[in-house]
């Protein structure tokens, strides 16, 4: 069986129909990853907004802040899309649910922008801060940098003992029937 996520922030049949298909599983990432997001941020309560797991951390809060506006940031300046004023892209209302419907939001509205994209425009050198990349390596980029803060707040999930969902698989708390961790050799070398 296969994982499904609960209550996903977009469903899959809102994923519009990219311009050539073989960049189809960019915009599907996109929003499975956008999807993971939302379940970590859904785990959290006001009350656990200003946490922080040591004095040097950012709290649960700042890293919602700073998801919303860095991946404001790459889209924009990175990879060209058209963005909301950085002051509009973080909610009046220091809840994980405002968080949550900006984060959506945010994430429709650029999949709006990319689906029409074609090959040279994904293969096309963009600057990257000091270096120039392809936006396909940009693209990447943002989500691997989502996932490293998606990380980092499972922690703080686990450290206020609550449950930490399944993202890429099986949690303490969140299994099904078929579900394979790999935790021993004999299952890491199943062909």
Same mark, same amino acid.
């Given at each position: 069986?296969? *994982?499904?996520?609960?209550? $996903?922030?977009?469903? +899959?049949?809102?994923?519009?129909?990219?311009?050539?298909?073989?960049?189809?599983? /960019?915009?599907?990432?996109?929003?499975? &990853?956008?999807?993971?997001?939302?379940?970590?941020?859904? +785990? #959290?309560?006001? &009350?656990? *907004?200003? #946490? =922080? %797991?040591? $004095?040097?951390? !950012?709290?649960?809060?700042?890293?919602?802040?700073?998801?919303? /506006?860095? &991946?404001?940031? #790459?889209?924009?300046?990175?990879?060209?899309?058209? +963005?909301?004023? %950085?002051?509009?892209?973080? %909610?009046?209302e220091a809840s994980p649910e405002a968080f949550i419907k900006n984060l959506?939001?945010?994430?429709?509205? =650029?999949? &709006?922008?990319?689906?029409?994209?074609? +090959?040279?425009?994904?293969?096309? $050198?963009?600057? #990257?801060?000091?270096?120039?990349?392809?936006?396909?390596?940009?693209?990447?980029?943002?989500?691997?940098? !989502?996932?490293?803060?998606r990380a980092q707040l499972t922690v703080c999930l686990r450290l206020l003992?609550?449950?930490? %969902?399944s993202v890429y698989g099986p949690t303490a708390d969140a299994t099904w029937?078929?579900?394979?961790? !790999?935790?021993?050799?004999?299952?890491?070398?199943?062909?």
């Open positions: 069986m296969p *994982m499904m996520y609960r209550n $996903p922030a977009i469903p +899959e049949s809102l994923i519009p129909k990219a311009a050539s298909p073989i960049f189809q599983h /960019l915009l599907a990432t996109y929003v499975s &990853e956008t999807n993971k997001t939302a379940s970590v941020w859904r +785990e #959290f309560g006001t &009350e656990d *907004m200003s #946490f =922080r %797991p040591h $004095p040097r951390s !950012t709290s649960v809060q700042e890293q919602m802040r700073h998801q919303l /506006l860095s &991946e404001r940031r #790459f889209f924009c300046e990175f990879l060209g899309t058209r +963005e909301p004023d %950085p002051s509009t892209i973080i %909610p009046s959506t939001d945010l994430a429709m509205q =650029r999949l &709006e922008q990319l689906s029409p994209k074609d +090959e040279s425009w994904w293969l096309q $050198p963009a600057s #990257f801060f000091d270096v120039q990349r392809e936006r396909i390596w940009i693209f990447w980029r943002r989500l691997l940098h !989502t996932a490293h803060h003992n609550k449950s930490v %969902p029937v078929g579900a394979d961790p !790999t935790n021993t050799v004999d299952a890491a070398r199943r062909a």
